[in-house]
């Protein structure tokens, strides 16, 4: 089991807004490995963003490799992890951003703060579980259950609290293949803020949160003294294999009383109600005050309509463990990314050739009924590295569209080096005509990470003011490892302020 400092989940990263952080990654393991600070924004500085063959080569073992995080408008809860095969699935950690010395919460100062990080747990390797899918084509064994702060079990951790008091809980989700639904018997949980940004406080029973995302939720211990569950359960609206089990905690009071033989347990919504995740997910609203202002782009010079996919490649002789014998594979506008031996970060700074090339459609090869019925619609997908290039600047608009090709399944897309706003979502096939009409212009939530519904789709819109060579990709692992990925290439502006930084003095090796 690969891990950080001997620790699962690995040390917490504490800042204040504004700071930068030094991290010096020494890798003590069997193979190559990089991490990724997700969410952060890292102005200039593509060099330190992670992602294997992206933005770097592995950190070979016995080396070493110093990381810059620059802070700069994060302010709330975000988090590392690896980025290379599948070995965040142990190592990943909080990273937890106060506010800016001398200002303060826009809400009022909980008594006590806690992490809460979900994460999978594998009974196997899970680099040869990876490893071992990818070489058959079939799809990857599932984990054996979901953990909280590392522990399976329901007797393991527990939140110690007083009656009376509010505390603030860091949720991070960091399972590798499900989104949750997650809540605490007979306690109300106000989420606060979400991807290092706040929101307009909403109530509500549980929270669903994807793969990738973190959300703030203050919960008051208002209810008689004793012992209650809190739970994590997955959310998968698909007839793809998932990880059908719940995890558990204990919320215990302090005091003297009779503990319960049997803690209440949350009512947390079954796996499959999509109306569940749905009409939590729709209520997120960025805060959008003086002193936390959105800046939603209105008039867009670039617009992307992105197909999301689970696809197959054909195998000769039906000689693989997929479907049919094929190999199964995922893409964006039908497109299976394909990552290559060099980074392509190292290519576009030196204009090496035959890395990758600058053809990402801006949609997809031909519009169907997307999430209908598809037949065998785009069901084989094309393989390739092709990355999108965004001038500096650019007011930005992605449309993902979700297609019941293959598996249908909610798709958290996660962008590096922004956040974005998700200005409209819903069901079914994107109408260019009627859906705008139905956007948030005025305050949507500022995210880094967002689902794709279901067969539906999502907007979201950005400002490209950070040059470099950025991932896009779904936080689901399976599907990254298949291809639903793409790269964004932001270019330089014209003065240096707006360009991106050199390269630092040693970076890993390609082989």
């Known amino acids: 089991?690969?891990?950080?400092?001997?620790?699962?989940?690995?040390?917490?990263?504490?800042?204040?807004?504004?700071?930068?952080?030094?991290?010096?990654?020494?890798?003590?393991?069997?193979?190559?490995?990089?991490?990724?600070?997700?969410?952060?924004?890292?102005?200039?500085?593509?060099?330190?963003?992670?992602?294997?063959?992206?933005?770097?080569?592995?950190?070979?073992?016995?080396?070493?490799?110093?990381?810059?995080?620059?802070?700069?408008?994060?302010?709330?809860?975000?988090?590392?992890?690896?980025?290379?095969?599948?070995?965040?699935?142990?190592?990943?950690?909080?990273?937890?951003?106060?506010?800016?010395?001398?200002?303060?919460?826009?809400?009022?100062?909980?008594?006590?703060?806690?992490?809460?990080?979900?994460?999978?747990?594998?009974?196997?390797?899970?680099?040869?579980?990876?490893?071992?899918?990818?070489?058959?084509?079939?799809?990857?064994n599932g984990s054996d259950a979901f953990t909280i702060n590392g522990q399976p079990g329901d007797s393991t951790y527990r939140l110690m609290v007083d009656y009376?008091?509010?505390?603030?809980?860091?949720?991070?989700?960091?399972?590798?293949?499900?989104?949750?639904?997650?809540?605490?018997?007979?306690?109300?949980?106000?989420?606060?803020?979400?991807?290092?940004?706040?929101?307009?406080?909403?109530?509500?029973?549980?929270?669903?949160?994807?793969?990738?995302?973190?959300?703030?939720?203050?919960?008051?211990?208002?209810?008689?003294?004793?012992?209650?569950?809190?739970?994590?359960?997955?959310?998968?609206?698909?007839?793809?294999?998932?990880?059908?089990?719940?995890?558990?905690?204990?919320?215990?009071?302090?005091?003297?009383?009779?503990?319960?033989?049997?803690?209440?347990?949350?009512?947390?919504?079954?796996?499959?109600?999509?109306?569940?995740?749905?009409?939590?997910?729709?209520?997120?609203?960025?805060?959008?005050?003086?002193?936390?202002?959105?800046?939603?782009?209105?008039?867009?010079?670039?617009?992307?309509?992105?197909?999301?996919?689970?696809?197959?490649?054909?195998?000769?002789?039906?000689?693989?463990?997929?479907?049919g014998g094929n190999r199964l594979a995922a893409s964006l506008n039908n497109i299976s990314f394909q990552t290559p031996k060099i980074d392509i970060l190292q290519a576009y700074y030196r204009s090496l050739p035959g890395v990758y090339n600058a053809t990402f459609p801006d949609k997809p090869p031909y519009f169907f009924n997307f999430t209908g019925d598809v037949g065998n619609n785009t069901l084989y997908t094309g393989l390739g590295t092709k990355v999108k290039m965004i001038n500096y600047g650019a007011a930005v608009e992605i449309i993902f569209q979700g297609t019941n090709v293959g598996a249908a399944e909610n798709h958290p897309m996660h962008q590096h080096g922004y956040s974005f706003y998700v200005v409209g979502m819903g069901w079914g096939n994107f109408d260019h005509k009627t859906d705008p009409k139905t956007y948030n212009l005025v305050d949507p939530p500022e995210v880094n990470t967002f689902g794709v519904p279901t067969n539906g789709w999502l907007t979201i819109r950005f400002i490209a003011d950070n040059p470099g060579v950025w991932f896009q990709h779904c936080h689901l692992e399976r599907h990254t490892s298949w291809g639903m990925d793409t790269v964004l290439v932001v270019k330089n502006g014209n003065t240096a302020a707006t360009c991106m930084r050199p390269p630092p003095h040693y970076m890993p090796p390609c082989h």
């Open 1 to 140: 089991m690969l891990t950080v400092n001997g620790s699962f989940p690995g040390p917490e990263i504490r800042v204040h807004r504004g700071d930068t952080v030094f991290v010096n990654v020494h890798n003590h393991g069997e193979y190559g490995v990089t991490i990724h600070w997700h969410g952060v924004r890292e102005p200039r500085n593509p060099w330190s963003d992670g992602p294997e063959n992206i933005t770097q080569c592995p950190i070979p073992p016995g080396t070493s490799l110093l990381q810059e995080i620059d802070f700069t408008t994060e302010e709330g809860t975000l988090w590392w992890h690896a980025h290379s095969d599948w070995s965040r699935a142990t190592v990943h950690g909080a990273i937890i951003i106060f506010p800016a010395i001398g200002t303060s919460y826009p809400y009022p100062r909980p008594h006590a703060e806690e992490t809460i990080v979900l994460a999978s747990w594998f009974k196997g390797d899970v680099m040869a579980i990876i490893n071992e899918a990818l070489a058959s084509g079939g799809d990857p």
């Open 164 to 323: 009376g008091k509010t505390y603030l809980l860091r949720i991070i989700n960091a399972v590798m293949n499900e989104e949750m639904f997650f809540g605490i018997a007979n306690h109300s949980l106000t989420v606060v803020g979400m991807d290092s940004a706040y929101l307009k406080p909403i109530k509500s029973s549980y929270i669903m949160i994807t793969p990738g995302q973190t959300m703030d939720v203050l919960v008051t211990a208002d209810q008689a003294p004793s012992h209650y569950y809190m739970a994590g359960s997955p959310f998968a609206d698909t007839i793809a294999p998932f990880d059908n089990t719940t995890t558990a905690a204990i919320l215990q009071y302090r005091g003297n009383y009779t503990p319960p033989t049997s803690p209440s347990f949350p009512a947390l919504p079954v796996y499959n109600d999509k109306y569940a995740a749905m009409n939590f997910t729709v209520r997120l609203r960025s805060l959008a005050s003086r002193a936390h202002p959105v800046n939603i782009p209105k008039i867009i010079d670039k617009r992307l309509f992105i197909t999301v996919s689970v696809n197959m490649i054909i195998c000769p002789n039906e000689s693989c463990a997929g479907p």
